[in-house]
């Protein structure tokens, strides 16, 4: 397989530190009337390249139906490139032999709490992966244990999914995630219909996944203060990827991301609007902690 | 009163009837809605918001309590509740999933045409909702489904007002949406507030909007209100509101945590506008 790799992709190799690797990747859906002719076309990815390493948190912004659902879906093999490779891992998402491993390798959360758990129990939800996967009983045990544990739902194992808060099904989701041992999550919008503790909850526990196991995280959102500890944040625009860099990179070009229809934490509009009002203040203010040291220091200086 | 729109009275419903321990999705709630408020309705999930916007316009009857629309009962046996749908409209969460017409103009006429106006009234006031909630003249023949996230929820939130309603109910409207269309939803919705004089009432689990749009905020947990009173003075109970699982307004935060730095500001702010205000006074 390698070999084959190294013939048809020399990208991977150009790139060996990436984990995962897109290149050039379009999609587009396609839509026909009853004849079968078609009777439109939507380009919803357009020539997208990036690469995530091992152990990155990646966020990604962009305007309803920027493409990142599509994008998304990609990873993990949901959907397949028209034109570009997504390369996973060192594996091609076209290999169909290696879709088992593909879909292990990324796991995926969505948007709704309420239609992603199917046990009736939570430990039943979350075993139903490894189970799949084929792993031995006894292991089994100890993966629901050790994902529970890692999103605090331990103590929930026994209970029905219906007795949960938004956020604590989507922290069930994430387990039954973890559970299948992968080495990257994709979180499509996973707080959009939460409430504030929830969306707490949910960030908090992508948070810890990556700096603690060490997962990679592709988190996508439309709550701002959700990126800012993203270690590196795309932003997509009419399916291309328009810009990418730090939070404090991408936050600091205030009128660029609005004219995309996204904006910047509430922190980072005040910071700005109060420099545009004459303040010495940095670009790309991102806390609360730094607006107010800022300020502090800027008060010193004044007497 | 004059300006007593709405009475909801001690209301109390349990879904589960059957068991008589099961908790009570509403326990013991009541409230008044004057004319022309913006009234924000927050809690966390589950502590009972959707099932108290069902009984405003009476889709479900509460066990207990009663809710009256300009005095009436509107539980009595001849009050006529197709009638108060549509003048107490609810917007659904998620509507989108609820649009089934082939057009956007057969979608928005469906409700008044239901209500028994005339096909021409009908679609006057259609066209009416799709300009007052800022849709382009081109999507009227267009299909629901060709449309973006939050045209479609103009759509149905046109649909509801196509039908003239003194009141507006949303549920949770701008989940989903990227912030643009957060904000031109919210901006849409206090509009018609202030140019219109609607009624509103918002659920939102979004604390800054509702500090930013709202005249007056109800807090709901566990079936119960807990708070009901101008945002500020809902705000000032930090504490309570993170035990319940919401929090404040992000600037409520900032400015707390600038007094304690040593700046004399007023920590009774809860908008970015008035911050700022706030925060340049007090550095000149
Ligand atoms: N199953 C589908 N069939 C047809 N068009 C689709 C489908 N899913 C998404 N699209 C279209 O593709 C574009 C990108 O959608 P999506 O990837 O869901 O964006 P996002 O997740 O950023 O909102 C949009 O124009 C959307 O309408
Ligand atoms: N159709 C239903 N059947 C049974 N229980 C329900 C139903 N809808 C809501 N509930 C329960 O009623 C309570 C209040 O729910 P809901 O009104 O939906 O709250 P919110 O809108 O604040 O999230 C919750 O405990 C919920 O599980
Ligand atoms: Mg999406
Ligand atoms: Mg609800």
Redo the contacts with the bound molecule.
């Keep these: 397989m390698k070999k084959k790799n190294k013939d048809k992709q020399p990208s991977i190799l150009k790139k060996a530190s990436s984990f995962l690797s897109i290149r050039n990747l379009k999609y587009e859906?396609?839509?026909r009337d009853e004849e079968n002719n078609v009777e439109g076309i939507?380009?919803?990815?357009d020539d997208v390249s990036f690469d995530v390493k091992a152990g990155e948190f990646i966020a990604v912004l962009?305007?309803?139906?920027?493409?990142?659902?599509?994008?998304?879906?990609h990873i993990n093999a949901i959907l397949f490139p028209e034109e570009g490779e997504v390369i996973l891992d060192g594996m091609d998402t076209k290999d169909e032999e290696k879709l088992l491993d593909i879909r292990r390798t990324a796991g995926m959360v969505f948007q709704n709490p309420d239609n992603q758990i199917i046990g009736q129990v939570v430990d039943e939800d979350v075993a139903f992966g490894p189970e799949n996967m084929g792993v031995p009983t006894a292991e089994i045990a100890q993966r629901v244990e050790e994902s529970l544990k890692t999103l605090g739902m331990w103590e929930f194992r026994n209970a029905s999914p219906n007795r949960l808060s938004g956020g604590q099904k989507q922290r069930v989701s994430i387990a039954s995630v973890i559970a299948m041992h992968p080495k990257c999550i994709i979180l499509?919008?996973p707080t959009a219909m939460l409430d504030p503790r929830g969306r707490y909850e949910v960030i908090r526990a992508a948070r810890a996944l990556n700096e603690v196991e060490g997962i990679t995280v592709i988190l996508?959102t439309h709550y701002m203060e959700e990126v800012i500890h993203a270690h590196r944040v795309l932003v997509?625009d009419k399916?291309k990827v328009k810009m990418e860099g730090t939070p404090r990179e991408i936050f600091s070009r205030v009128e660029e991301l609005k004219r995309m229809r996204l904006t910047v934490p509430q922190i980072t509009e005040l910071a700005w609007e109060l420099k545009k009002e004459g303040l010495p203040l940095s670009d790309g203010i991102l806390t609360r902690e730094e607006l107010v040291r800022e300020l502090t220091e800027y008060k010193h200086r004044k007497g | 009163m004059e300006d007593m729109k709405l009475i909801a009275d001690h209301l109390v419903f349990q879904y589960d009837k059957s068991r008589s321990d099961a908790r009570r999705a509403l326990d013991d709630v009541s409230f008044v809605l004057h004319k022309g408020e913006f009234v924000g309705l927050i809690g966390h999930t589950g502590s009972g918001k959707s099932t108290l916007v069902q009984h405003l316009n009476a889709l479900i009857r509460p066990d207990s309590g009663s809710i009256y629309y300009e005095g009436a009962d509107i539980y009595e046996k001849d009050y006529d509740r197709k009638a108060l749908r549509g003048k107490v409209g609810l917007v659904f969460q998620y509507p989108e999933y609820q649009l089934f017409e082939e057009t956007v103009l057969s979608e928005v006429i469906y409700g008044p045409v239901n209500m028994g106006m005339d096909k021409k009234d009908a679609e006057l006031a259609a066209y009416d909702a799709i300009r007052r909630v800022g849709l382009e003249e081109e999507c009227i023949d267009q299909s629901p489904f060709?449309l973006?996230?939050g045209q479609k929820r103009r759509v149905a939130i046109a649909s509801v007002l196509a039908m003239d309603p003194e009141i507006l109910v949303l549920d949770e409207p701008t989940a989903g949406l990227?912030p643009a269309g957060r904000s031109e939803l919210l901006e849409m919705i206090k509009e018609l507030k202030e140019k219109e004089g609607i009624t509103i009432v918002l659920v939102s689990h979004s604390m800054d909007d509702v500090a930013e749009a709202a005249d007056r905020i109800i807090v709901m947990d566990k079936g119960r209100i807990i708070y009901d009173d101008v945002p500020v003075r809902v705000f000032e109970h930090i504490n309570e509101l993170e035990e319940m699982g919401l929090a404040a307004p992000q600037m409520s935060y900032l400015l707390r945590d600038l007094k304690k730095a040593g700046f004399p500001v007023n920590t009774d702010i809860i908008t970015l506008k008035d911050a700022r205000e706030e925060i340049l006074k007090v550095l000149s």
Excluded: P
Excluded at chain 1, 42 to 45: I, K, L, S, W
Excluded at chain 1, 64 to 70: A, F, H, I, L, V
């Design positions: 859906y396609i839509r939507t380009t919803a990815v962009g305007h309803n139906g920027s493409g990142k659902s599509t994008l998304a879906k499509d919008e996508i997509m399916g | 060709d973006s996230g990227d």
